[in-house]
């Protein structure tokens, strides 16, 4: 099965179980209908942000529609084993990012752990949302766009931050980039 049509299968699933329509899933999660029948019907994997906004809809943990299956701790994600997902323009983001999940498999998580490559003409949108993230530049440099404040964060930089305060990551000066991020969002 591909990595859409499981996060698809699993929001229908979850968004059935509540006996939810999408219209009202789109009310409480603020992720238009559109998306939400696009995403429904594998034609897009979403972007993170949508991701965050509809399992907090559903009352379900990110991971809940990014796990493939159970992994014993301590779960190692080796370099070359990463698998990423690239994120569609038809889920309300830009192409060019590409997020590779790092705590697929530990269903007990709190944190959701990604390495993230960034394109450098992608397109990246504000986020807001419950929660925390800290992000640790690896390669290339980054834009964050914190509320009002604009910051550069160059390779081995890293940002802690409240992720309720409108946010943007992306690629600086136009060059590709690479980072890690965690995102906790409480439950």
């Known amino acids: 099965m591909a990595e859409g049509s499981k996060v698809a299968e699993r929001v229908r699933n979850y968004r059935e179980r509540l006996s939810m329509t999408i219209e009202t899933l789109a009310e409480k999660s603020g ?3 559109e998306v939400i029948t696009a995403v429904e ?10 991701l965050v906004k509809l399992s907090r809809a559903l009352g379900q943990r990110l991971g809940t529609f990014m796990d493939d299956q159970y992994k014993d701790d301590p779960l190692i994600v080796r370099a070359g084993e990463r698998s990423g997902e690239q994120v569609s323009h038809k889920a309300q983001a830009s192409g060019g990012f590409v ?6 498999g530990k269903t007990d ?15 990246a949108h504000f986020s807001s949302h419950e929660g925390e ?3 640790i530049v690896m390669e290339g440099e980054i834009e964050l766009v ?14 802690y931050y409240n992720s309720v305060v409108q946010h943007r990551v992306s690629a600086a000066n136009g060059q590709p980039a690479t980072i890690y991020a965690v995102i906790f969002m409480p439950f």
Do not use: C, N, W
């Open 41 to 50: 019907a594998g034609e897009v994997y979403p972007a993170l942000g949508v």
């Open 99 to 104: 997020y590779m999940p790092l705590g697929r």
């Open 133 to 135: 993230e800290f992000i």
């Open 146 to 159: 914190y509320g009002e404040e604009t910051h550069l964060l160059k390779s081995g930089d890293s940002a």
């Open 109 to 123: 998580r709190h944190m959701e752990p990604f390495y993230i490559q960034i394109a450098g003409d992608a397109q």
């Open 31 to 33: 992720v238009s209908a």
